[in-house]
């Protein structure tokens, strides 16, 4: 399995709890060194909190489950 595989894996697994509040994420690539870009959609997308659950949620979820993920960042 390869890193992408196990990055989208582990966001198919926290998708369900953006998905309980109306929102949702898309995996849009990955970069060398560990970085994730995501796509926050629905009441996600234009959430206030937005930053903060892309963060201490889902960036803090794959660190702790994927080591090599260093940083998870948003596109717009």
């Known amino acids: 399995m390869t890193l992408e595989d196990k990055v989208k894996d582990a966001l198919d697994k926290i998708r369900p709890q953006l998905q309980a509040d109306g929102g949702d994420l898309e ?20 959430c206030p909190m937005a930053t903060m659950t892309l963060k ?8 702790d489950t994927i080591p090599e993920v260093t ?3 948003q596109t717009f």
């Open 56 to 63: 201490q949620g889902v960036e803090r979820f794959l660190k």
């Open 71 to 73: 940083e998870v960042l």
């Open 27 to 46: 995996f849009v690539s990955m970069e060398a060194g560990g970085k994730v870009f995501v796509k926050l959609t629905g009441a996600c997308g234009n």
